[in-house]
């Protein structure tokens, strides 16, 4: 892409297309990569529940291979997603200043650790207390869950925190930028926690109050984070404008 000289509208499709293609290309790949662990998956998955001593089946002659391609499939877009952030923030490039250039070359990289360790800090915390929480609720109901089921509820819970986790950056590069300020963030945080419980109520799997408290209580943190990070960028886009100030009033 030539980056810094305009483009046709063809230009940008053609663009487009190529984001795509790359980003479906590397999504088979390691879909199919992830298929040959996906054994080791599934058993990593249901630890929560072998715990408790629960089997998961299959209720259908398909059902345990389309599980297997399921699974493949997931964790092959958690290993393609550093290619499609860059995919994606290459496409967006062009519209951007050479400075903000600089700093998307920064963030990409941490988009995508933030993504991970979003997933990894879902799993290895909130997600066991979770089916903990909802299986015992039933009582003395046996519980059978299909595998099809338990992988719809494991990814609808473990995704969506790694997207979420994604806030800092986004707050880092929308204060860069000057679209938002620390002090629009703090003075907005009644709002930002009533809309984090919304967005807990939509992403998580489970109608129950827990699950829904136990994504929004991190994503008020990450909120909280995402203030000071502001905070830091705000005072060096400062630091920098005065410095520029007084070396073009030293020139005068």
């Not at 996906?38 to 629960?54: F, T, V």
Request: charged content about 15%.
């Amino acid at each position: 892409m030539s980056i810094g000289k305009p483009m046709s509208w063809i230009a940008h499709l053609e663009e487009l297309r190529h984001v795509i293609i790359i980003s479906t290309i590397a999504l088979i790949v390691t879909t199919i990569v992830s298929y040959f662990y996906s054994d080791y998956l599934l058993a990593l998955l249901q630890r929560p529940i072998a715990a408790m001593n629960i089997k998961l089946v299959f209720i259908g002659v398909a059902e345990g291979f389309f599980a297997k391609i399921k699974i493949s499939l997931y964790a092959g877009f958690v290993l393609s997603f550093p290619i499609i952030v860059w995919q994606i923030w290459r496409f967006v490039l062009p519209a951007l200043y050479p400075h903000e250039r600089r700093h998307v070359m920064i963030l990409v990289p941490v988009s995508v650790l933030l993504f991970i360790g979003g997933v990894v800090f879902a799993y290895f915390t909130v997600f066991g207390i979770a089916i903990r929480f909802l299986l015992t609720v039933a009582g003395d109901l046996d519980p059978m869950i299909t595998i099809g089921q338990y992988l719809s509820f494991c990814m609808s819970f473990l995704i969506p925190f790694g997207i979420v986790f994604e806030m800092p950056v986004v707050a880092m590069f929308l204060t860069r930028i000057g679209i938002i300020t620390p002090q629009l963030m703090a003075s907005k945080r009644k709002y930002a926690l009533l809309i984090m419980f919304v967005v807990g109520a939509v992403l998580t799997p489970g109608p129950d109050p827990v699950s829904q408290l136990l994504m929004a209580v991190p994503m008020y943190l990450l909120y909280e984070i995402s203030i000071i990070l502001s905070r830091f960028i705000k005072a060096r886009k400062n630091k920098a404008a005065a410095e520029a100030e007084a070396e073009f009033d030293g020139q005068d």
